[in-house]
């Protein structure tokens, strides 16, 4: 459910919108990101510079204050945790679902996927590094203790790639050649999913909401199943999400059943009406735009309201919302979208048969289960504070940025995507050398490979023939050297604070997208430079090297 969208009069932010087409196709408009990222502080000399911590917070203008509406004070704030990448360690949700309730956070939205330690048929879905049973009982013990309520995610109909990707279930495809979404005419597909939402059930008995997902169902009404099913896709997607919701009201009645609303936008109001879908679920209106359509998003609220829903939750995002590979969270951006958020709710008198349960803070790690990594979620905790206390007060003002203050041990300056100072927050050491990489990794490596003496006395048709003045090359060799240590040290503390959170697979992922290359390219050109030194100054080959 993220899709990439123009921004506003500010700075472009690439995020995701379903504007554009509707049943099965891709909605993602090809518009690019002008995300403010820092620059680096270093001249001419390597090295790593040091980011500067000191700053002051500074009040954002008056166009995000609102007031929250008393009827809505008590709605819920539920933090989302993307587990499709980058899953935490159960020891690091120790740490910080402590915090989320500290930063005005009532629950967590955990979207599972592979990290479900499914058993029996579904065991292949789990990943290598899944949470154990008793890891699962342990976050829900840990969610406890901070008062927050436990919510599971699991998708029942698009977003299902790590079901799919198996030959196993193959034939459950709606698209033969993709694994995006499942076939709801076929028998197995309906059966899988049972026992799949039983399984995540059984460890959460306690749980009073259950998220079925049930977004984006790319490639709906392309199998042969399909297009010989009688009725318009609307109807198709609303009979395999209403046999869903049957099952689940049926076998847990106390059990509120969520699903995302994208593919509901489009649904006359009386087929959704005729459906019976809502009394069954409730649906999550979501958008992640630094500045919303209030408009076009009070049209689907009002029709909504018409078909019969009568609860409500909104989903907003404080990461993983501005680019596929983002790896610094644009604070800036998310706290807008809630500015935004914060007015629909205040519209909400003009709303009388609905009720807001509450917002979700949505923090993805990939846009699918395919898709690189984006932000980690340390370096996100001070987006998610100032999007919980902006929820929390109407608009990031002076009171909210002392909370975010004293709870994070830092100053948050939203123009600058920074949090300045030492911090206190679990991760915050990992989130400081995200930030020297940042903004100075690749420009500094960048830097090296364009030095002078490189360019004008070991060229690529140097290093092809094997040839160089060791004179010219020594004084290279040794700023080259340095700065790889310097970025080595960086990268192993990086590591290290890596290990203390993520499971090794996470580790390896992130070093291989953002920093291997780099330092791989650089170190290829060093072994070439001293190779080329021993020879001493001989003439140049005359067979390719």
């Known amino acids: 459910m993220r899709y990439l969208l123009r921004g506003s009069d500010r700075p472009e932010?690439?995020?995701?919108?379903?504007?554009?087409?509707?049943?099965?196709?891709?909605?993602?408009?090809?518009?690019?990101?002008?995300?403010?990222?820092?620059?680096?502080?270093?001249?001419?000399?390597?090295?790593?510079?040091?980011?500067?911590?000191?700053?002051?917070?500074?009040?954002?203008?008056?166009?995000?204050?609102?007031?929250?509406?008393?009827?809505?004070?008590?709605?819920?704030?539920?933090v989302h945790l993307d587990l499709k990448g980058a899953a935490p360690k159960v020891k690091y949700l120790e740490q910080i679902f402590p915090l989320f309730a500290s930063l005005g956070a009532s629950g967590v939205l955990i979207e599972y996927e592979d990290m479900f330690p499914y058993d029996g048929d579904l065991s292949l879905l789990s990943s290598s590094f899944a949470y154990s049973v008793e890891d699962i009982m342990e976050i829900n013990r840990l969610a406890k203790i901070s008062n927050l309520e436990v919510i599971p995610l699991v998708q029942a109909f698009g977003h299902l790639?790590?079901?799919?990707?198996?030959?196993?279930?193959?034939?459950?495809?709606?698209?033969?050649?993709?694994?995006?979404?499942?076939?709801?005419?076929?028998?197995?597909?309906?059966?899988?999913?049972?026992?799949?939402?039983?399984?995540?059930?059984?460890?959460?008995?306690?749980?009073?909401?259950?998220?079925?997902?049930?977004?984006?169902?790319?490639?709906?009404?392309?199998?042969?199943?399909?297009?010989?099913?009688?009725?318009?896709?609307?109807?198709?997607?609303?009979?395999?999400?209403?046999?869903?919701?049957?099952?689940?009201?049926?076998?847990?009645?106390?059990?509120?059943?969520?699903?995302?609303?994208?593919?509901?936008?489009?649904?006359?109001?009386?087929?959704?009406?005729?459906?019976?879908?809502?009394?069954?679920?409730?649906?999550?209106?979501?958008?992640?735009?630094?500045?919303?359509?209030?408009?076009?998003i009070s049209s689907w609220i009002s029709r909504y309201e018409q078909a019969g829903f009568k609860r409500m939750w909104f989903a907003s995002a404080f990461k993983g919302a501005t680019g596929e590979d983002q790896m610094w969270t644009p604070l800036g951006a998310?706290?807008?979208?809630?500015?935004?958020?914060?007015?629909?709710?205040?519209?909400?008198?003009?709303?009388?048969?609905?009720?807001?349960?509450?917002?979700?803070?949505?923090?993805?790690?990939?846009?699918?289960?395919?898709?690189?990594?984006?932000?980690?979620?340390?370096?996100?905790?001070?987006?998610?504070?100032?999007?919980?206390?902006?929820?929390?007060?109407?608009?990031?003002?002076?009171?909210?940025?002392?909370?975010?203050?004293?709870?994070l041990g830092c100053k948050v300056k939203v123009d600058k995507d920074l949090c300045y100072g030492t911090g206190a927050f679990a991760g915050v050491e990992l989130y400081h050398l995200v930030h020297t990489v940042h903004i100075n990794f690749q420009t500094s490596m960048e830097d090296l490979l364009k030095n002078r003496h490189l360019r004008g006395g070991f060229s690529p048709y140097h290093r092809k023939y094997n040839f160089g003045n060791p004179r010219n090359l020594g004084f290279f060799q040794h700023k080259l050297t340095r700065t790889l240590k310097e970025w080595e040290t960086v990268i192993g503390n990086l590591r290290s604070e890596m290990q203390s959170i993520y499971f090794p697979d996470t580790i390896e992922e992130w070093l291989e997208e953002n920093v291997n290359p780099h330092l791989d390219r650089v170190r290829e050109v060093l072994q070439d430079v001293q190779r080329v030194i021993q020879l001493r100054g001989r003439p140049k080959s005359q067979k390719l090297v």
């Open 13 to 78: 932010y690439v995020l995701r919108s379903s504007t554009g087409q509707f049943w099965g196709k891709d909605l993602a408009l090809d518009e690019k990101s002008d995300v403010n990222a820092l620059k680096p502080d270093g001249g001419e000399n390597s090295g790593v510079p040091q980011a500067n911590h000191k700053a002051e917070v500074e009040e954002m203008p008056n166009d995000l204050q609102a007031e929250v509406p008393s009827e809505n004070k008590d709605a819920q704030r539920i």
């Open 161 to 296: 790639e790590f079901v799919l990707k198996h030959e196993k279930y193959f034939g459950l495809r709606e698209v033969a050649e993709l694994p995006n979404s499942l076939n709801p005419r076929v028998p197995d597909s309906l059966a899988l999913l049972k026992e799949m939402l039983t399984q995540v059930m059984k460890l959460h008995p306690q749980t009073q909401y259950f998220h079925i997902g049930c977004d984006e169902v790319y490639g709906l009404g392309t199998s042969q199943d399909s297009k010989t099913s009688d009725g318009e896709l609307g109807k198709l997607y609303l009979s395999h999400v209403t046999a869903v919701g049957k099952f689940m009201t049926e076998t847990w009645p106390s059990v509120k059943l969520l699903l995302w609303d994208d593919m509901l936008r489009k649904i006359s109001v009386d087929t959704l009406k005729e459906s019976g879908l809502p009394i069954l679920v409730t649906p999550v209106v979501w958008k992640y735009l630094p500045q919303l359509d209030i408009k076009m």
């Open 334 to 407: 998310y706290l807008h979208n809630h500015g935004s958020w914060l007015e629909i709710i205040s519209s909400l008198g003009n709303y009388p048969q609905i009720t807001l349960e509450g917002i979700m803070l949505t923090g993805w790690q990939r846009y699918d289960h395919f898709s690189v990594l984006c932000e980690l979620l340390p370096v996100a905790i001070p987006s998610l504070a100032v999007c919980l206390q902006t929820l929390k007060h109407g608009y990031f003002n002076e009171k909210a940025q002392a909370e975010v203050q004293h709870i």
